[in-house]
């Protein structure tokens, strides 16, 4: 069964934590993204990659840091230094830039 | 900066009535144009999308959508909308001259069964 998957749905932390949030794809698609989409706001896009070893920022990239190291896997660090962090987010792919996007089921994030 | 606007942020409607959700953005060359459609407990998913040709893009579960270069609208419609439409709608848009898609504030709609 071909997808995106997300772990955790919901995660919680305290304030001035790290944390990783996990997006796999077994689409064989080459370009995968990181959005962050706030009540009454557009998705708002963090990172993405075209190809494994290679990302570029985003519109809101400050306080966030990825990688990709896998072609199936793109993870999110949200760090400490992100001043607003409790969000919900939203993991996507797609063959290549200029296509279709799929989504995964997103993460909410709650900063305690 | 390029921007996408969707007029209404809440539709409620009755089953059966027509519908009809704007689009607009600011870009002035070309575009490639989605609608993508969360439904409450879904992923987003792809409603359509144009990238060129016939302006008037048919998609999933009888919406359709016109592209109208002079207006810089992609507004979507659907003629009869049942109670299974509720959802939230995203209109999305990417300008030629870049990967990244720019993305409506999105229109939470709802049917009256």
């Known amino acids: 069964d071909g997808g995106i998957t997300q772990s955790p749905k919901y995660l919680f932390r305290k304030e001035g934590q790290n944390v990783t949030l996990s997006c796999e794809q077994n689409?064989?698609?080459?370009?995968m993204y990181w959005y962050r989409q706030d009540p009454g706001q557009g998705l708002r896009l963090i990172y993405y990659?075209?190809?494994?070893?290679?990302?570029q920022k985003g519109d809101i990239a400050e306080g966030y840091s990825v990688s990709r190291e896998k072609k199936e896997s793109f993870p999110l660090t949200v760090t400490s230094a992100q001043k607003n962090p409790t969000a919900f987010y939203l993991c996507?792919?797609?063959?290549?830039?200029?296509?279709?996007?799929?989504f995964g089921p997103g993460t909410r994030l709650t900063v305690l | 900066a390029q921007s996408v606007s969707q007029h209404n942020h809440h539709v409620i409607l009755s089953e059966a009535a027509s519908l009809e959700l704007g689009c607009n953005y600011s870009?002035?060359?070309?575009?490639?144009l989605f609608w993508y459609v969360q439904y409450p407990g879904q992923h987003l998913q792809l409603l359509l999308k144009?990238?060129?040709?016939d302006p008037l893009v048919k998609g999933i579960k009888g919406f359709e959508a016109e592209f109208i270069k002079s207006k810089f609208s992609f507004n979507l419609r659907k003629p009869s909308v049942q109670w299974s439409d509720t959802a939230e709608y995203f209109c999305?848009?990417?300008?030629?001259?870049?990967?990244?898609?720019?993305w409506g504030a999105g229109t939470k709609l709802i049917i009256k069964p």
């Open positions: 996507a792919s797609s063959i290549r830039t200029k296509d279709e996007q799929f």
């Open positions: 689409l064989n698609h080459d370009a």
């Open positions: 990659s075209q190809i494994v070893n290679d990302f």
């Open positions: 870009y002035g060359g070309t575009v490639n």
């Open positions: 144009y990238f060129s040709g």
């Open positions: 999305a848009v990417r300008p030629d001259s870049n990967y990244q898609l720019i």
